[in-house]
């Protein structure tokens, strides 16, 4: 097979970014990128690429180019545009844009065999979640992904749903009942809603205490109120940052502002108080509150370089 490079880059409309470069013949290399952006920094995840992947990828490119469609590229409001260029010795450059490809087209084809270079089961930390959140945009993200790992953790998708249940429950009954389990919500995106129609959880509470919950926040309190115990559950604290990578204060409003940066990290607290005050609906003691939350968080991460 020849050597081919082919670059991506995916805007999705409400969550951060990143780019994918795969490069090789026979076989080749993955890499997964985010720019730093606000307080987040630059992450960079690369994995090797097998034959086949690559075999398929190199084909799925064809394809799809072959056959373009121009209404690839019609953008729209609430999905994730996605750029790309084909390289190939004695094929120019070929450059594209997609928007939210369906599945059963060649464009969804091709990207499937792209994220093909991502195993869920394969990624990990920062990356597993990024890549969780592009890939839910094309409905290529299982809703549930099972890590070997001891004790064995099921990791429900950001966007599961209660269509998925079916899927779930059949996982879950194929487990032996002599493993311990840990059932990672951390990355599901409204633990408070529904949990019961998404997860068999009169499967999972007949293994109790064998299982383990890990949740993200507070968001433990729902498990509780299934009867779970407080000690069966682990919880994982996030930075007060958003998806965009601007720090959030009180816990939901997002600080965008240059202003508001600026003034947080001169440490002017009584001017922020009153800008706050005028950005968002907060009373005085609140706008103190945030103001004090501001200042911390700037201290405590730094703002990233584009």
């Known amino acids: 097979m020849p050597y081919f490079d082919l670059r991506l880059g995916f805007a999705p409309s409400f969550h951060r970014g990143g780019s994918i470069r795969v490069e090789g013949d026979v076989t080749g290399l993955a ?35 072959a056959g373009w469609d121009d209404r690839w590229s019609e953008s729209g409001c609430d999905g994730m545009s996605t750029g790309g260029t084909f390289a190939s010795p004695g094929v120019e450059p070929r450059n594209f844009s997609l928007w939210s490809p369906v599945p059963g087209s060649a464009a969804h ?24 959140s592009i890939r839910s945009y094309l409905d290529l993200q299982p809703p549930v992904t099972w890590y070997d790992e001891v004790p064995l953790r099921l990791r429900l998708a950001p966007w599961a749903h ?14 032996s009942d002599h493993c311990n389990l840990v059932v990672d919500l ?4 409204r633990p408070s809603r529904g949990l019961a129609q998404i997860l068999p959880m009169h499967l999972l509470l007949k293994r109790n205490p064998a299982v383990h919950w890990r949740v993200q926040g507070k968001a433990g309190e729902a498990l509780i109120a299934y ?41 002017a607290r009584l001017a922020l108080v009153s800008a706050l005050r005028r950005k968002f609906p907060m009373t005085v003691l609140e706008g103190a509150k945030a103001a004090a939350e501001l200042i911390d968080i700037l201290n405590t991460y730094q703002i990233q370089a584009d």
């Open 186 to 189: 951390s990355g599901f995106e």
């Open 109 to 132: 084809a091709m990207l499937r065999a792209v994220f093909d270079c991502f195993p869920p089961e394969r990624c990990g930390g920062a990356a597993e979640e990024l890549l969780e």
């Open 31 to 65: 890499t997964f990128e985010a720019r730093p952006t606000g307080l987040l920094p630059r992450l960079v995840f690369t994995l090797p690429v097998d034959a086949c992947v690559m075999a398929a990828i190199h084909a799925g490119c064809s394809a799809m180019l």
């Open 227 to 267: 009867g779970i115990a407080a000690s069966a559950i682990s919880a994982i604290e996030r930075a007060p940052i958003s998806e965009e990578g601007h720090p959030v204060v009180l816990g939901g409003y997002v600080v965008s502002s240059p202003e508001l940066i600026a003034l947080a990290q001169n440490g």
């Open 162 to 175: 209660r269509n998925d249940a079916n899927e779930i429950e059949t996982r879950v009954r194929a487990l």
